[in-house]
């Protein structure tokens, strides 16, 4: 008979519980990581406990090296500075992490997938390639993984209700093929403290009969523009409106990032409009059938020519001149130079920088709060209520089941878990302005914080926040697809071609593409061409021409109210 002693313990069962408990040397790292994490949705003690997991379930894994890749932004660059190091300390497990471009992330991954030769253990991949990922049959499915395999390497805080919009990463039937690791929305970003300057508002309201506020449509925002344009403040010429035209990857995301959703091109629908969605293209049970007005589809309708022709027009009469040179790594930074008035297209994740938070910034007062703000973006003439308000997209974590396997997928689980455990997340928000938690953006400690984060934290909290989405499932393969619109709208903005060519020729590409596409599952099938006049007359998308707009606005704290009230 086993001895025991007097609290009734196995000597045996003493010492394996002791073997699944951290070293004092493990300790003591977390306990320094758990204090510099703070503040954190989680306690200092239940901190400790969740790192204190991570060491514990890392433990056969110990030494190993896994290799991450990711796009340069500030949150990326945070992870492998700070958190790679927090979780090698912790777990013993060393994270190399290859910050590049995101187009490169792109390819490496798409080459990846093609091969089933690891280059990566695991991507931070945007959640828009979801229908890449589901018609190929290429990424683990987390939830069944969780179930399964990686059970004793899944943390039972990981909590996945607890994330913000957890479907950007499902496929049709709700498997989760990617999880959030940063999320950023495209808002309307502007000068609150222009805006609600009397001399200027009495100005504006005397040239164009209405109050001077935060635009609601695509008319008000060029008035606001035009307004602007040419103006000294501060002794500096100012702009409107901010923009950038370069030939490269990012002008394609110009406008597959929900422009023509913006403008009113496609159905209405969350997330993504049915049976078209913002990239203009048809999908029927899944299946896309069509980009082209004569199959059906937006991406050459009218209401995709007005996205284009107002995206040229106001970067040529209204932004700084070098804009059209600019691509969107560099555009993100210039409003913070305190010469841009407002910008419709601003990707939340610049704001992190420095040059807009800093008391040093041309746009903060002497105390670092933002003399801007970010509010929902205007759409164009014709938008419909009930549809995607704008673009909004998670980067997540995504695991090519068919080259990764055995020990290096479940220590890879473990280091995106860690990425995006409540212990760091809030930290992670306050450094990076990417949240991607419920617990953090409802926190009670991040109150002090709005001020200095300029509306953002309110957009989280609001209702609406769901009007934001990405690209969703119904693109079959992003990264051919995406790469049709870059090279077209560089032409239309050179002055090659004309936007309605421009347009003719993406949805002219795209469908030749997916007419050669063999998809394990939704492949492609197109519908049969049939006359534009028949489809116009169609309910909904495509859309014929309709009347211009009368410009609109609302003062921003007003609006800031209405997001509170709106479901």
């Not at 492998?80 to 060393?94: H, N, P, R």
């Not at 018609?135 to 059970?151: M, Q």
């Not at 495209?186 to 222009?194: E, H, Q």
């Not at 409009?273 to 004569?294: H, T, Y």
Request: charged share 25%.
């Amino acid at each position: 008979m086993r001895k025991k002693n007097r609290h009734g313990f196995t000597i045996l069962a003493m010492l394996l519980l002791l073997a699944t408990l951290p070293g004092q040397a493990e300790a003591g790292e977390i306990e320094t990581w758990a204090k510099a994490f703070q503040p954190s949705a989680l306690s200092l003690r239940e901190q400790q406990d969740e790192l204190a997991w991570f060491a514990r379930a890392a433990a056969p894994y110990k030494g190993m090296e896994i290799r991450a890749c990711a796009e340069g932004i500030p949150t990326h660059k945070w992870e492998a500075a700070v958190l790679a190091k927090a979780f090698t300390d912790i777990t013993g497990i060393k994270v190399r992490v290859d910050i590049i471009g995101e187009g490169e992330v792109v390819n490496r991954m798409t080459r990846q997938m093609e091969t089933n030769e690891k280059q990566y253990d695991i991507y931070v991949n945007d959640a828009d390639l979801i229908g890449t990922h589901l018609r190929a049959d290429s990424a683990l499915d987390f939830k069944g993984f969780i179930a399964g395999e990686g059970a004793s390497v899944t943390n039972p805080r990981l909590d996945l209700d607890d994330f913000l919009n957890l479907e950007f990463g499902q496929d049709y039937e709700g498997h989760q093929l990617q999880l959030p690791d940063q999320q950023f929305a495209n808002l309307y970003w502007f000068r609150y403290d222009w805006f609600t300057d009397p001399t200027f508002k009495k100005e504006f309201k005397s040239r164009y009969g209405y109050e001077l506020g935060v635009p609601l449509n695509w008319q008000a925002y060029e008035d606001i523009a035009e307004f602007f344009t040419g103006r000294t403040i501060d002794g500096k010429t100012v702009y409107g409106h901010m923009d950038y035209g370069k030939k490269s990857p990012g002008l394609g995301w110009r406008f597959t990032d929900a422009w023509l959703s913006m403008a009113g091109a496609g159905d209405k629908g969350l997330p993504n409009g049915l049976p078209v969605d913002e990239w203009g293209i048809r999908v029927e049970n899944k299946v896309p059938v069509g980009a082209s007005v004569a199959r059906g589809g937006a991406t050459n309708g009218p209401a995709a020519v007005y996205a284009m022709e107002k995206y040229i027009h106001w970067m040529k009469a209204y932004a700084p001149p070098y804009g059209e040179y600019m691509d969107f790594f560099v555009a993100g930074i210039v409003p913070s130079k305190g010469r841009i008035a407002q910008s419709i297209f601003q990707y939340t994740t610049w704001l992190s920088e420095d040059a807009y938070t800093n008391p040093e910034s041309r746009v903060t007062d002497s105390h670092g709060n933002p003399l801007w703000r970010v509010a929902p973006s205007p759409h164009g003439k014709y938008w419909e209520e009930g549809m995607k308000v704008g673009y909004q997209d998670t980067g997540s974590w995504t695991l090519l089941k068919h080259s990764v396997t055995g020990k290096h997928r479940k220590a890879a689980w473990l280091w995106a878990q860690f990425c995006v455990s409540k212990s760091v997340c809030m930290k992670k928000f306050l450094e990076n302005k990417t949240p991607i938690r419920k617990s953090t953006i409802f926190s009670p400690k991040l109150d002090r914080y709005e001020g200095k984060f300029g509306g953002l934290i309110t957009f989280y909290r609001s209702p609406v926040e769901n009007r934001w989405t990405d690209t969703g499932p119904n693109v079959p393969h992003y990264p051919s697809l995406s790469a049709q619109w870059a090279k077209n709208v560089g032409m239309a903005v050179a002055g090659e071609i004309t936007a309605q060519q421009a347009m003719d020729n993406i949805a002219h590409d795209m469908e030749a593409l997916m007419e050669t596409m063999e998809l394990p599952r939704y492949s492609p099938k197109l519908n049969p061409k049939k006359s534009r006049d028949y489809w116009l007359k169609q309910p909904g998308a495509p859309k014929p021409p309709v009347e211009d707009q009368k410009g609109q606005t609302m003062p921003y704290d007003a609006l800031i109210e209405t997001w509170k009230h709106k479901g």
